[in-house]
């Protein structure tokens, strides 16, 4: 069964960090590109950071020098480092895997930056 899980959200204060994780099981995590998706209420959902299977990134231009995704092919995990927390970055954090026609996501974990 094919599982995403992500786990490290919550309530943090303006300046603040937090690290994302996405638990990944059920296919197999080296072959597939691993995105960090955002969702804010009322807006659409954007794509936030990504790590594909060479380990290259991109980052949206408001996350650039503040936010670090890495993965680790060993324990199946990808990690979405998020320092100087803005409270427009407030949302809920989803990971999603994709390789060529297949994509899975996650449940999502809500981030939440205020004062």
């Known amino acids: 069964q094919v599982r995403l899980v992500e786990s490290g959200g919550g309530l943090v204060q303006p300046g603040g960090s937090l690290r994302l994780s996405c638990a990944a099981s059920?296919?197999?995590?080296?072959?597939?590109?691993i995105n960090w998706y955002r969702q804010a209420p009322g807006k659409e959902r954007e794509l936030v950071a990504l790590?594909?299977?060479?380990?290259?990134?991109y980052y949206e231009d408001s996350v650039k020098g503040r936010f670090t995704i890495a993965r680790d092919n060993a324990k199946n995990l990808v990690y979405l480092q998020m320092n100087s927390l803005k409270p427009e970055d407030t949302a809920v954090y989803y990971c999603?895997?994709?390789?060529?026609?297949?994509?899975?996501w996650g449940q999502g974990t809500q981030v939440t930056v205020s004062s």
């Open positions: 059920g296919f197999t995590f080296s072959d597939y590109a």
């Open positions: 999603n895997a994709v390789r060529w026609n297949y994509i899975y």
């Open positions: 790590i594909n299977t060479s380990d290259n990134t």
